[in-house]
T-cell receptor, first 114, second 113 residues
Framework: DTAVSQTPKYLVTQMGNDKSIKCEQN?????MYWYKQDSKKFLKIMFS???????INETVPNRFSPKSPDKAHLNLHINSLELGDSAVYFC?????????????FGPGTRLLVL | GENVEQHPSTLSVQEGDSAVIKCTYS??????FPWYKQELGKRPQLIIDIRSNVGEKKDQRIAVTLNKTAKHFSLHITETQPEDSAVYFC????????????FGAGTRLTVKP
């Protein structure tokens, strides 16, 4: 079950550091997403990107930036990490860019900021 | 934008009983409603979805119903088993153009053997 993969699985780091989480999908999908799941298990969209358009949730701080080297990858860069960034981050992908497409999630990256 | 509310936040049932989780959405333009199951420490996985052109869909022990007029949809699990224990998320698409999917807050279902 490696259709959508993320690395690392766990990430523990100090406040103020800059870190990246990588995501790759081998499904040939056109659109990729990043979600944040906090301690209360709320799933919140952060970004969606389909190789032509980046849609950013307006509540996401600009310390977070997605970078897509190609259609199969969407990496998440986080600058100046804060305690409140601790969460599980899920990458997902879907075939097209419409909301009716099923999203397939990666295994998640558990980020802990100390 | 779309707002999705999900109830209850926690649900405990005895094995063999039925479980029902309800969601409401705010935008009448929403037309796709998936349900995701997230087991402890794992990724969310799609278990069933429904589009606005149907009122009910069933897949073995799980079913989803949609009431477009009232703007709510529900997940029904019959003959629950301990392995059904997980967090369940409902979601709704906002508009039929490129946009994100809004998730409910989740329901933690516990099935007691």
């Amino acid at each position: 079950d490696t259709a959508v993969s993320q690395t690392p699985k766990y990430l523990v780091t100090q406040m103020g550091n800059d870190k990246s989480i990588k995501c790759e999908q081998n499904l040939g999908h056109d659109t990729m997403y990043w979600y944040k799941q906090d301690s209360k298990k709320f799933l919140k969209i952060m970004f969606s990107y389909n190789n032509k358009e980046l849609i950013i949730n307006e509540t996401v701080p600009n310390r977070f930036s997605p970078k897509s080297p190609d259609k199969a990858h969407l990496n998440l860069h986080i600058n100046s990490l804060e305690l409140g960034d601790s969460a599980v981050y899920f990458c997902a992908s879907s075939q097209g860019g419409t909301p009716q497409e099923t999203q397939y999630f990666g295994p998640g990256t558990r980020l802990l900021v100390l | 934008g779309e707002n999705v509310e999900q109830h209850p936040s926690t649900l405990s049932v005895q094995e063999g009983d039925s479980a029902v989780i309800k969601c409401t959405y705010s935008d009448s333009a929403s037309n796709y409603f998936p349900w995701y199951k997230q087991e402890l420490g794992k990724r969310p996985q799609l278990i069933i979805d429904i589009r606005s052109n149907v009122g009910e869909k069933k897949d073995q022990r799980i079913a989803v119903t949609l009431n477009k007029t009232a703007k709510h949809f529900s997940l029904h699990i019959t003959e629950t088993q301990p392995e059904d224990s997980a967090v369940y998320f409902c979601a709704a698409s906002i508009v039929p153009v490129k946009d994100d999917m809004r998730f409910g807050a989740g329901t933690r279902l516990t099935v007691k053997p």
